[in-house]
């Protein structure tokens, strides 16, 4: 299983092309035999994305979200993540949502795809890219 950051799963979405060729080839290998997962802190950047028209979509925001719930495993914000996500060194982002969605590969042992300079270059969670 990997885990996919807000923004890999809108170029999934809205155009996989710009995601990297080593990033298409873990989902591709992912969506066959472990599974994709995210964050559930990524349903609502979502959300705000297709508000915001940063994502456009064809069918109703309940509908697209329920599809990603549906092709990805949601994994919930608990004690474990909560407490890792304040534990990051000052080099790693300061965003919220990018430190609920590393802790959340950490706790769960996943890769975290992610397009993020600035978190593939703290060293602090194992990225594909």
């Given at each position: 299983?990997?885990?996919?950051?807000?923004?890999?799963?809108?170029?999934?979405?809205?155009?996989?092309?710009?995601?990297?060729?080593?990033?298409?080839?873990?989902?591709?290998?992912?969506r066959r035999d472990l599974g994709l997962a995210?964050?559930?802190?990524?349903?609502?950047?979502?959300?705000?994305?297709?508000?915001?028209?940063?994502?456009?979509?064809?069918?109703?925001?309940?509908?697209?979200?329920?599809?990603?719930?549906?092709?990805?495993?949601?994994?919930?914000?608990?004690?474990?993540?909560?407490e890792r996500s304040v534990r990051f060194s000052?080099?790693?982002?300061?965003?919220?949502?990018d430190r609920i969605i590393a802790a959340t590969?950490?706790?769960?042992?996943?890769?975290?795809?992610?397009?993020?300079?600035?978190?593939?270059?703290?060293?602090?969670?194992?990225?594909?890219?």
């Amino acid at each position: 299983m990997i885990l996919l950051d807000t923004q890999a799963v809108a170029w999934l979405v809205a155009d996989p092309e710009r995601l990297s060729v080593p990033a298409r080839l873990a989902v591709s290998e992912a969506r066959r035999d472990l599974g994709l997962a995210i964050a559930d802190k990524t349903l609502w950047e979502l959300a705000m994305m297709v508000t915001k028209r940063r994502i456009e979509i064809a069918i109703t925001l309940h509908q697209f979200l329920s599809e990603v719930e549906r092709v990805c495993t949601v994994l919930p914000i608990d004690a474990a993540v909560a407490e890792r996500s304040v534990r990051f060194s000052d080099a790693f982002p300061k965003d919220p949502a990018d430190r609920i969605i590393a802790a959340t590969a950490i706790v769960h042992g996943l890769k975290l795809i992610t397009s993020d300079k600035l978190i593939r270059e703290s060293g602090q969670v194992s990225c594909i890219w």
